[in-house]
Nanobody, 114 residues
Framework: QVQLQESGPGLVKPSQTLSLTCTVS??????????WTWIRQPPGKGLEWIGT???????YYSPSLKSRTSISRDTSKNQFTLRLNSVTPEDTAVYYC??????WGQGTQVTVSS
């Protein structure tokens, strides 16, 4: 059974870079035709797709966030990492990592505030 766990700072200052890591256990991120995705949910709003890295290391980003986003993998640690630059309070949300939108981490709250 694959498990995903998000980690990273819960508080980020405006204009800084948000960096979150998803650690995967129970399956290698390079095997299977899986899509490893970051999604967020701002307070009082719905889920928003941020971006995806595939089993073959292709990346796809939301057009609205693409200029500020990068997703990378560390296959030696079986992790994938989200970096979101130049954050504002509008980036405050619960951030989730997921495999194929079927398996989800528990989510981590990130607040952008000075």
């Amino acid at each position: 059974q694959v498990q995903l766990q998000e980690s990273g700072p819960g508080l980020v200052k405006p204009s800084q870079t948000l960096s979150l890591t998803c650690t995967v256990s129970g399956g290698a991120i390079t095997t299977g035709h899986y899509y490893w995705t970051w999604i967020r949910q701002p307070p009082g709003k719905g889920l928003e797709w941020i971006g995806t890295v595939t089993y073959s290391d292709s990346t796809y980003y939301s057009p609205s966030l693409k200029s500020r986003t990068s997703i990378s993998r560390d296959t030696s640690k079986n992790q994938f990492t989200l970096r979101l630059n130049s954050v504002t309070p509008e980036d405050t949300a619960v951030y989730y990592c997921t495999r194929n939108l079927e398996n989800w981490g528990q989510g981590t709250q990130v607040t952008v505030s000075s």
